[in-house]
């Protein structure tokens, strides 16, 4: 065990980054683009229901098969990362839209009018009361992403893309159980490890006693 | 309270609102409410009061008709500009859970972009006002409050600006009724005080409380279904022979006629 560990401490090391640098684009991505559309379906609730069922299709197509698909794309198809990271996004954006609408949605409605009547502009109301009450779920929907992405990630090496799949995808080949170890036990860190920390994150953001219907 | 021989502040013309399901919450609603007077709106829940109180500030837009303030038609300028120099007290839910009282309360000129210094004064000024210790309450939160103290934030909130202007939803519904009584003469006393400063409010006031209408108004407003069914001064509120005026009374009175009855 302890030479095992001596001859693939580097390549642990690299993978675990390159695992990282792949899921947290990908997540990131999906919060530049999934928070906007949850506030924009606020103010239009009449397209939640087709934009959420987009993201709910994505999310059931089997990963292995979207990697696949991806594959012949131009400019995507050139690069594994390019395709690993976009395919997470994809499977990201759902929990986070869904929390975001569903977030804002649920704040108790007399204090939206309220703010409106004293007098704040649209933006004043969104920045200084719906973000900050909604805050705790917008980022338990990034969490719920984060895990999901860590552990798909795994499979993105299917395809080339690198990360701790790849340990896992030789040691499947060579039905070498410390190589699958290798490359599952630091994806389940990872994945706890940032649970964990948006766990703390989304409580230090829970307002006192929201305002919430 | 002597009537002001000013312009209306508040005025509406035919005023009617349709809902988008067709329902008519105000039928040529004609009010003039004079300029540092109290009015109270008076009416059963779904009578329409609150809509009416809500064309004031645009919260809602009439249908027809043309709503005025100070003698400008409203519907033609800035909505948020409008609901600024308007104060705007409602029921207890009003305020922000996750604003400290002292930002609670200077929201407005927050929105303002006033310069901090100057919220930070004014804020204590008004806790005073209120009756509220800012050295004790201007760090907490709405929840670490009492009901009657959480109005009182309400009312130094719609005060802030000093505007000319307040409306009042239910303001003091959802209050016991001593803590109620005493939050009637902490606004009576307050709009007394600035009156006397020459800071005079126009306060219109829907309230299903004939009670708190005949305390603080001196002229009462009795919607029934969008109409003004009665539009009388407060003195002569209970002499009135307008059919909908005595039933109002008659349900205001029945507990004390009925025990008076009993006893008898």
């Known amino acids: 065990m302890g030479s095992f560990l001596a001859a693939h401490a580097a390549e642990i090391g690299t993978l675990t980054l390159e695992h990282l640098w792949l899921t947290g684009s990908a997540t990131l991505i999906a919060a530049l683009i999934g928070i906007p559309t949850g506030i924009l379906l606020t103010r239009h609730p009449g397209w939640a229901k087709p934009v959420l069922g987009v993201a709910n299709v994505l999310q059931t197509i089997p990963s292995l098969a979207l990697f696949g698909f991806l594959l012949p794309l131009p400019w995507l198809g050139e690069s594994a990362a390019r395709i690993a990271i976009i395919a997470l996004t994809a499977y990201a954006l759902l929990p986070i839209i869904r929390n975001t609408y569903a977030g804002i949605q649920g704040i108790d409605p007399a204090i939206s009018d309220v703010a409106k009547a004293i007098g704040m502009s649209n933006m004043q109301r969104l920045v200084k009361v719906e973000l900050p009450l909604s805050a705790a779920f917008i980022l338990a929907g990034l969490r719920t992403a984060t895990v999901i992405c860590v552990g798909i990630a795994t499979i993105a090496a299917a395809v080339g893309a690198g990360g701790l799949g790849e340990l896992i995808f030789r040691g499947v080949a060579s039905v070498d159980n410390q190589l699958v170890l290798a490359g599952a036990l630091p994806a389940a860190g990872l994945a706890l490890a940032a649970d964990g920390l948006l766990g703390l994150l989304e409580k230090w953001l829970r307002v006192p006693s929201a305002g919430r219907a | 309270m002597p009537e002001p021989a000013h312009n209306p502040a508040i005025e509406l013309h035919d005023v009617s609102f349709l809902t988008q399901q067709g329902r008519l919450l105000l039928d040529r609603i004609r009010l003039a409410i004079a300029a540092g007077t109290t009015v109270a709106i008076l009416g059963r829940s779904g009578s329409g009061k609150t809509t009416l109180l809500r064309t004031v500030n645009r919260m809602i837009e009439p249908t027809s008709g043309e709503v005025l303030v100070e003698g400008k038609p409203i519907g033609r300028g800035d909505p948020i500009a409008l609901r600024r120099s308007i104060g705007y007290v409602v029921q207890e839910t009003g305020l922000f859970p996750h604003f ?19 919220i930070h004064a004014r804020t204590r000024e008004l806790m005073a006002m209120v009756g509220l210790d800012p050295k004790q309450f201007a760090g907490r939160y709405p929840h670490q409050l009492s009901g009657g103290q959480r ?29 109620r009584a005493e939050m009637q003469d902490v606004l009576r006393e307050l709009l007394a005080r600035l009156n006397k400063a020459r800071l005079p409010k126009t306060v219109l006031l829907v309230t299903h409380d004939l009670d708190e209408a005949m305390y603080l108004a001196s002229r009462i407003v009795l919607i029934e279904e969008g109409r003004v069914a009665a539009d009388l001064p407060s003195a002569n509120f209970l002499d009135s022979e307008i059919p909908s005026v005595r039933q109002y009374a008659k349900a205001v009175h029945r507990g004390l006629d009925a025990a008076t009855t009993r006893q008898a």
């Open chain 2, 100 to 118: 400290r009282i002292e930002r609670n309360i200077g929201i407005v000129l927050e929105l303002q972009n006033r310069p901090k210094d100057e």
């Open chain 2, 151 to 179: 109005q009182r934030v309400g009312l130094a909130r719609a005060l802030a600006a000093d505007p000319p202007i307040l409306l009042m939803d239910e303001p003091f519904g959802a209050l016991d009724p001593l803590t």
